[in-house]
């Protein structure tokens, strides 16, 4: 549930807002509807990795990779599909740890609530 929630709305929003739109679609999902703290990781996690990288090729296999290979190069790197992973992997980890806190977060709250 949650890495359907996170994929289907960080593509929407990807493309009207920056890319860490997926920080605070993670937290909010994992927050509403994670069940535990590895769905919560994982979940965005796995979601943005995929979205990413299917986004990535999408939009460099038919310009022949120029751009990816431009910035490998820029970071002293010959291959193209480094720069896709890195990146890839740069998100899909921004948005795990957005959704990790984001349940820790709806615990805390329901701690708080129960001491009251």
Known sequence: MVFLIVLIASFLLQMV????????ISFAACGLVGKTGKIA??????????????????????NDNVLAMRVAEMFGVKLWWVILVLSALLGAAAAGLSGYCGYHFRKALLSKKAQV
Do not use: E, H, M, R
């Open 41 to 62: 990781f994982w979940s965005p996690f796995l979601a943005i990795l995929v979205l990413w990288t299917g986004v990535a090729l999408f939009k460099s296999i038919p």
């Open 17 to 24: 807002l920056p890319w860490w739109v997926v920080v605070v």
